[in-house]
Structures are given as C-alpha cells and as structure tokens.
Nanobody, 122 residues
Framework: QFQLVESGGGLVQPGGSLRLSCAAS????????IGWFRQAPGNEREGVSCISSSGGSTTYADSVKGRFTISRDNAKNTVYLQMNSLKPEDTAVYYCAAGAYYGLGARGYDYWGQGIQVTVSS
C-alpha cells in the first residue's frame, strides 16, 4: 500500500530550525519525485520544494530559498526538509507528496501524506 508519513513538525520560535522527514513505503521510492507543500488556514496549498527521483535536481519557492534545504536518502526511502531561520509566516500544515511529475504544482503529484503541523511563534 502506497504510504507517505511526515514527522518532525512542532512548535519553534522565530529564527529556529526544524527538520521534517517523509518516510515512504509500498512503492518503488526511487522512481518518484517528492515535493513538500504547505497550507495555512485560509490559503491555497503552496509548493515549497521538490527533489527529483535521483536527487540530482531540486527546486525551491522564492519564499524559502536560502533557508530550506531538501534532500533524500533512497536507501532509507526518506526525504528530508531542513528548515532554518523560520518565520511566523512559515506556520502551516506541511505535506509531502510523490509523483512522476517534477515541479511545485500540487496537481502533478498523485500520492500524499497526511500532513504535519509546523508552528513558528514566540
């Protein structure tokens, strides 16, 4: 069964860091690109970052460029999102997703995790 499970979210102060993990199971992980998305209350789902199946290509939204880093370990079937210099506007539910598509458009991804809350507040 195709499954993606996010972990590592929580409450952090502005300027702090968190590392999100997305653990995959039930499919051939290294065939798929993985994207991270977020959705704050009242907002549309926003593409944050994505990584190609091999890990050789990465893309970031302008709002997180220079602060977030995406990586993957295909031996562990896991993708990571290292988030540094966090801001209150980064507060959202974060989702990972898998698809044959590469990019920050949510419609290109077929399989989604359940999401995890990230709250940046003092």
């Amino acid at each position: 069964q195709f499954q993606l499970v996010e972990s590592g979210g929580g409450l952090v102060q502005p300027g702090g860091s968190l590392r999100l993990s997305c653990a995959a199971s039930g499919f051939t992980f290294d065939y798929y690109s993985i994207g991270w998305f977020r959705q704050a209350p009242g907002n549309e789902r926003e593409g944050v970052s994505c990584i190609s199946s091999s890990g050789g290509s990465t893309t970031y939204a302008d709002s997180v460029k220079g602060r977030f880093t995406i990586s993957r370990d295909n031996a562990k079937n896991t993708v990571y999102l290292q988030m540094n210099s966090l801001k209150p506007e980064d507060t959202a539910v974060y989702y990972c997703a898998a698809g044959a598509y590469y990019g920050l458009g949510a419609r290109g991804y077929d399989y989604w995790g359940q999401g995890i809350q990230v709250t940046v507040s003092s």
